[in-house]
């Protein structure tokens, strides 16, 4: 390689790392850049990243360029990654390949998830109002949540084992199907526009559907679960379907005014609130 050409294109990444006060880095034979701590590229105003990152050790944040429109470039690994409010970006490609925490909450311009890691514990992309697919999902994490994307109509891509998932707020959601088989938490809180709970998890230990105000039965909630919540579900007509067994049941101002007597016959609670 031209050392004339190697020399100008690191001082080039050493002029723009230090502009940023990026510190503790390495600069690899391939120009990638290696840094041994944090990466806080929040609120810069960049148009691209115009580095290649390799490792990270710690966090990578590149939140709030609002006219940030690709992430190539960002780190191959880090621990917390972030690119939340980004309202240009199309596309997670580029996106490390490995985290622990990945956030893009708020990306307005998202329409899917095809880029991102293929392994992280956490991953949550709220309030991506374009958002129509979640395919690219990792398969599997801890906790997931696509809250608020209010032009998601399905859940098809979604992880297939989760620990938390939670899909409240997707006003355009028809249906749970595709969600995960098993998971500890799950709530789809406030999809107005859902109509069944077919596709439910299976198993579950605390699951809300409160204000969904479409649905009109409890077909297909999980048949066990501790905590179960149908309150402020306006239009529900019925309560068939219920958990068969619960520690607490909650129906608070439902649709179909329900007694305490009238949720015991289908559902052995502990402890029932309406």
């Keep these: 390689m031209n050392k004339l050409f190697v020399h100008i294109e690191k001082q080039r990444i050493i002029d723009w790392l230090e502009s940023m006060e990026i510190k503790n880095y390495t600069i690899n034979k391939d120009f990638t850049v290696d840094v041994n701590g944090e990466v806080n590229l929040r609120e810069k105003n960049l148009l691209e990243i ?23 470039g960002a780190p191959k690994s880090c621990e917390i990654f972030s690119c939340s409010g ?8 580029g996106s490390p390949e490995k985290c622990k925490e990945f956030y893009c909450h708020g990306c307005a311009s998202l329409k899917n998830l095809g880029g991102s890691p293929k392994s992280c514990e956490k991953f949550y992309c709220d309030r991506c109002t374009s958002l129509k697919s979640l395919v690219g999902s990792p398969e599997k994490c801890k906790e997931f949540s696509c809250f608020g994307c209010t032009s998601l109509s399905s859940l098809v891509g979604a992880p297939k084992e989760c620990e938390i998932f939670s899909c409240s707020g997707c006003a355009s959601l028809t249906s749970l199907n595709s969600a995960p088989k098993e998971c500890e938490k799950f709530s789809c809180s406030g999809c107005t526009s859902l109509t069944s709970l077919v596709g439910s998890p299976e198993k579950c230990e605390e699951f809300s559907c409160s204000g969904c105000t479409s649905l009109t039965s409890l077909v297909g909630s999980p048949e066990k679960c501790e905590i179960f919540s149908c309150s402020y579900c306006t239009n529900l007509k019925n309560i068939i379907g219920a958990p068969k067994e619960c520690e607490k049941f909650y129906c608070y101002k439902c649709g179909g005014k329900f007694t305490k007597e009238d949720i015991l016959k289908v559902c052995d609670a502990k402890e029932v609130v309406v």
């Design 86 to 93: 980004c309202t240009s970006l199309t596309s997670l490609v």
């Design 50 to 72: 115009p580095v290649q990152f390799g490792v990270v050790t710690g966090y990578f944040f590149v939140s709030n360029n609002k006219n940030l429109t690709s992430l190539v």
